[in-house]
Structures are given as structure tokens and as C-alpha cells.
């Protein structure tokens, strides 16, 4: 059974940095991607970032580009995300997913649980 256990959410100020961590269990991975997706409070899900398992290519939401920063730890099957420059409408609940990739949610098959990062301006 596949597990993608979070943490690292916070409370931040506007400007400040937090990193995500997403770890994985379960299956072997090599032919899946690993991604970030987000929902705000009233809003829908929305893509943010992804990275090839084992090729280390990576993609970001134009909103993010620049800001934040996916990268991998095979050995430990973890991947992070690095938020920085964050800003008050980067709140939301952050999920990390598993999947063969891309930008919409559907690709992924497995999700984590969650976890909230909110940033005070």
C-alpha cells in the first residue's frame, strides 16, 4: 500500500521561506512523478510544481517560477518543495501526489493528507 506522509507546513510571514517534505512508501517508484498541488480555502486545486522520479526534470506553476524550488532524495524516497519569497496568497492546504504526471490532478493516484501553510502579511 502506497503512503505519502507530509510535513513541514507552517505559519509564515509574507517574504519569509518554508520547505515542504513529502515521503513515500509502499512500491518501487521509478516510472512515476512526484508533485505539489494546492487548494485555498474556496478555491479549486491547482497544479504547483513536479518533478520526474528519476530524471529530475521539473516543472512549476507560472506563480510559483522563480519562488519555489522542487527537488529530490531518491536514497530516502522524499521529495521537497522550498518556498520562498512566500506571499499571502500562497495559503493554502499543500498536497503532495504520485503519479505518472503532468499538470492535472487526475495523472496522480496517490495523495498525501495535507498540509497547511498560511502566510501572514
Known amino acids: 500500500q502506497v503512503q505519502l506522509i507530509e510535513s513541514g507546513g507552517g505559519l509564515v510571514q509574507a517574504g519569509g521561506s518554508l520547505r515542504l517534505s513529502c515521503t513515500a512508501s509502499g512500491r518501487t517508484f521509478n516510472n512515476y512523478a512526484m508533485a505539489w498541488f494546492r487548494q485555498a480555502p474556496g478555491k479549486e486545486r491547482e497544479f504547483v510544481a513536479a518533478i520526474n522520479w528519476g530524471g529530475g526534470s521539473t516543472y512549476y506553476a507560472n506563480s510559483v517560477k522563480g519562488r519555489f524550488t522542487i527537488s529530490r532524495d531518491n536514497a530516502k524516497n522524499t521529495r521537497y518543495l522550498q518556498m520562498n519569497s512566500l506571499k499571502p496568497e500562497d495559503t493554502a492546504v499543500y498536497y503532495c501526489?504520485?503519479?505518472?504526471?503532468?499538470?492535472?490532478?487526475?495523472?496522480?493516484?496517490?495523495w498525501g493528507q495535507g498540509t497547511q501553510v498560511t502566510v501572514s502579511s
Open positions: 501526489a504520485l503519479g505518472l504526471g503532468g499538470h492535472t490532478g487526475a495523472s496522480y493516484d496517490y
